[in-house]
Every structure is written in C-alpha cells, then in structure tokens.
C-alpha cells in the first residue's frame, strides 16, 4: 500500500490544559489590579443631577472636590451640607489650598489643563456651590466641570 | 516501613476556580467614565474699568428664586419652555454685530426688542443661595442645550455634506476630535472652532446676593 497510509492509525493528541489556569490567573490579576474600588470613600450624601448635555471628563486632568449632607455614619458633623477633599471634610476658605496641592501633584504637563470635577448632591444649596466656584477662580483654576449623570430618556 | 509517596494533587478543578474568580472581578469592575457639564470660570480681574454697557435687548435674564422658581426676562416660566426661550433669544438676529454685519444665518423672527445677534447676545444667569443644586443644573442643561441646538443646526448646514449619514453633525465632529486627539486635524478643528463662532457661547453668572 501507499507509504502515506500509516499515519492514519494515530488520534490526534489531546491538548494540554496545563496552561490554562496560568492564562486565566494573569487575566485574573490584571482585572484585580485594574479594579479601583473607590479612590476616595465618600462621606457625604452623594446623588448627582441629572443633564443631557454631558461630555466625557478626562480623568488623568481632573481634581474632584465633593459635597453634600453628611451620610448617616458621619452625624457627628451636622447636617448642613459639607464639601469633601479626598479624605477629609474642608472649610470653603481652604478649598484654594487643597487645589493648588492637588495641582501640584500633577503631571506638569497637564498642570496648565487641570478640570476640577465639582460632585455636588443635588440636594445642596448652590449657594455652596457658588462660594467653591469663588474659590476656585481665587485658585486660578477656571476649568469647571458639574458631574452629572446622563439622563436617559 | 515504606515511605509511601504523596498522592498528586488534582490541579484540573484549579482552572474552574480561576474562572470563578476571574468572572466576579470582571462582573464587579466599573471602569468609570465621568460625564457632566464643562464650564469656565470668568478669572477673577482686579482692574476697575467700567464694564461696556450692554442694551438690556442683547441681555437674556434668567433667576432662579430660593423656592426654584423661574424668572426669565421678568415672567416665570417652566423649565421646559425655557430652551425655546433661549434659542429664540439666540437666534433673533434683529440688528448687527460690532463688526456691522447682520446675522445672515439666523433664522430667528428679527423682532427689535430681543438681541442684536448671536455675538452680542448674553445670557444672564442669577440664583439665590438656597436654590437647590439640583434646578440650577436643570437650568444650565438647558441653557447649553440651546447653544448645542443652534450649533447643531449650523454644523449640519455647513458640513452635512463631510458627513451625510450622520444624523448629528456637530455630534459627530465632536466625537471625531475626540478620537483624534493625538493626532490633530487641523482642517476639522477649524470647522468645530467655525460653527462655535457662529454661537459664541456667553453664559455668565452673578454672585448670589449675600443675606
């Protein structure tokens, strides 16, 4: 018979799963290290308005300031509401400190771009709002960002 | 005795538990993307010059009390009428420019008592320090969303044929810079920069009174 004939008798080997919970942990620590709980956990009450006419933030730029009624654990503050810096409570007169630092630390590059991403519960005073805008611009950081979420209709 | 060996532990089950894992963080991840309203501060100017007088037609005042009501132009009105108020305001086009030039794309009614055109026309926005947060972003979604409208409306005019399966042009233009970001397109950053021109967009704020 022909010579090629021979090769038929052997199956084809099975694949060797071996590997495989090697792939699958390093998919699993990449999505562990991606994950970011929460940056900053929140002490305030925090439910954003809503708008439709959003754009996108681009978070490398940004310097976020909070504010809001203090949430339940944190009673001892009052409940007027507060304005948060990553993990503390500040006054309004120090809001210009807080974001020069912050700016600071950032890329130089993007120093001169720096947005500053206002999350207010909407249940706040905009008088709050108006006295952190004040000093912002005192800060010289004039790019402004209101979050919110986007209205679906 | 003999030693006996250690029987080999089966590590088949090990991928299933990867997986596990795996799943829950996949599930459990939000990568966050922000969305909201930009805006520009007006820098803080020291320099007493007399600020240009500006004819209260070419002023669109918008109040918002502490109870959120709404006063545009010295009548209460409903936030959702306030959009059409605005693009109307916008879009009158009743007079001429500084330049001396008349607003010929606008295709608003002309009327003499509302703005001039799209470059002088400004809108005025007061609220009271207990206003909730909540209306004055109602407010300002709107009063961006009549700038986005008549941008639109102009994109699509001068550009719809860049763009003719687009159904919104601006948008699409938008979103192309985005993409585009590290790689600059000049001839499209123009057009963007032509159509804002076209509405300039001049939304001030005045201070809340203090009591």
Redesign the interface.
Known sequence: MSKFRKKDKGELPAISTASLPDIVFMLLFFFMVATVMRDSSLMIENILPSADQVEKLKKDRTVFIFAGKPSSQYKQFGTEPRIQFNDAFIAVEDVKPSVLQAISELNEELQSKVVIGLKVDKKTNAGLVSDIKQELRKANALKVMYIANVKTE | MAKRAAPEVN??S??DI??L??IF??V??T??????????????DDTEVEPPIIRQKNLFTVL?NRNNQLLVEDEQMELKDLRQAAIEFLDNGGGENQAGETCDYCQGKRLDDSSDHPDKAIISMK????????????V??EL??AY?YLREREASRLYKKYYPDAEFVYATMLEEK?KNQFSKDEVLNERIETVKKLFPMKLS?A??DKN
């Open positions: 590590a088949g090990m991928a990867a997986f894992l795996l963080f996949l459990t991840t990568i966050e993307k922000d969305k909201g309203l930009l805006r520009s501060l007006p820098p803080i918002i609220h009271d320090r207990e206003t909730t947060y909540e209306k004055y972003i109602e300002q979604n961006v969303a986005n985005e704020e201070e809340p």
